[in-house]
């Protein structure tokens, strides 16, 4: 089953979006697999963002991601990498259609509340990165059959 690597960045944490963000995958159907309240440190972020560290927004990035704590979250479910990216809407909150979390609830693109996996790879990527084996839990939620057909 496909799944992806959602974190509500430091500023959604200090806003109090935390719950908000939940339901919305929640709601959407898909399954809590790991989540835990974590500080990055700069060789995470190093390699969690290899492939943005020579833009010249990179030391504005890294002191943004460093500057609380993130709550890393892993999902589950049918096509949840590219759905998620739907949830989330576009890098720039000024660009994301409202209904989505950015368009809902952010307007600048260093403070855009929240990161979702771009690709099943990167997904794969980053779970590793954020997380070990032993935190990922499996399980089977009772309302799978009211949400798969
Ligand atoms: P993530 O889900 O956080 O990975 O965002 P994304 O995949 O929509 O965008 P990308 O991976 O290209 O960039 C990662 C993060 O770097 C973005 O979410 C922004 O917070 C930040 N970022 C990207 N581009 C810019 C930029 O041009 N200026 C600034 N200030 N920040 C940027
Ligand atoms: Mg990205």
């Given at each position: 089953n496909e799944r992806t690597f959602i974190a509500v960045k430091p500023d959604g944490v200090q806003r109090g979006l935390v719950p908000e963000i939940l339901s919305r995958f929640w709601n959407k159907g898909y399954k809590l697999v790991a989540i835990k309240l974590t500080l990055a440190n700069e060789d995470l972020l190093r390699e969690h963002y290899a492939d943005l560290?020579?833009?010249?927004f990179f030391p504005s990035l890294l002191s943004y991601m460093l500057s609380g704590p993130v709550l890393a979250t892993v999902w589950e479910g049918k096509d949840v990498v590219k759905q998620g990216r739907v949830l989330l809407g576009a890098t720039n909150p000024l660009a994301s259609?409202?209904?989505t979390i950015r368009g809902d609830f952010a307007v600048d693109m260093g403070r855009n509340i929240i990161h979702g996996s771009d690709s099943v790879e990167s997904a794969e990527k980053e779970i590793g990165l954020w997380f070990k084996?032993?935190?990922?839990v499996d399980y089977k939620p009772t309302l799978t059959s009211w949400i798969y057909e």
């Amino acid at each position: 089953n496909e799944r992806t690597f959602i974190a509500v960045k430091p500023d959604g944490v200090q806003r109090g979006l935390v719950p908000e963000i939940l339901s919305r995958f929640w709601n959407k159907g898909y399954k809590l697999v790991a989540i835990k309240l974590t500080l990055a440190n700069e060789d995470l972020l190093r390699e969690h963002y290899a492939d943005l560290t020579s833009k010249p927004f990179f030391p504005s990035l890294l002191s943004y991601m460093l500057s609380g704590p993130v709550l890393a979250t892993v999902w589950e479910g049918k096509d949840v990498v590219k759905q998620g990216r739907v949830l989330l809407g576009a890098t720039n909150p000024l660009a994301s259609a409202p209904g989505t979390i950015r368009g809902d609830f952010a307007v600048d693109m260093g403070r855009n509340i929240i990161h979702g996996s771009d690709s099943v790879e990167s997904a794969e990527k980053e779970i590793g990165l954020w997380f070990k084996k032993e935190e990922l839990v499996d399980y089977k939620p009772t309302l799978t059959s009211w949400i798969y057909e």
